[in-house]
């Protein structure tokens, strides 16, 4: 399985930007779609998952109401819709993938339940 993310860049606090997660090597039944983040100095936290069945997302507190995620089947990717974006979203943003054995927030939330990871994009937010 690989993954690679796009769409990371500079934007002023208050702007938008697109992530994008192109994933390809097996169908992704059963599977969780992740984006987590870093910040410089910080621990890898969660963001948002998508349950690739049921299409169910979930979102960090800190980002709901701001972030939406959304998915092409066909094209196997999945989107980040950041909005409204604030300095303390800087952070290299990565994008995973893992088999998960319950659609629920408390596992599609963890890291550990991820198997596959891509590169990371950093977005930066500007005050």
């Known amino acids: 399985v690989q993954l690679q993310a796009f769409g990371g860049g500079l934007v002023q606090a208050g702007g938008s930007l697109r992530l994008s997660c192109v994933a390809s090597?097996?169908?992704?039944?059963?599977?969780?779609m992740g984006w987590f983040r870093q910040a410089p100095g910080k621990e890898r936290e969660f963001v948002t998952a998508l349950s690739w069945d049921s299409g169910r997302t979930y979102y960090a507190d800190s980002v709901k109401g701001r972030f939406t995620k959304a998915r092409d089947n066909a094209k196997n990717t999945v989107y980040l819709q950041m909005n409204s974006l604030k300095p303390e979203d800087t952070a290299v943003y990565y994008c995973?993938?893992?088999?998960?054995?319950?659609?629920?927030?408390?596992?599609?939330?963890?890291?550990?339940?991820?198997?596959?990871w891509g590169q990371g994009t950093l977005v930066t937010v500007s005050s």
């Open positions: 995973a993938a893992g088999r998960y054995y319950r659609d629920a927030y408390y596992v599609l939330s963890r890291a550990t339940n991820y198997d596959y």
């Open positions: 090597g097996r169908t992704f039944s059963n599977y969780g």
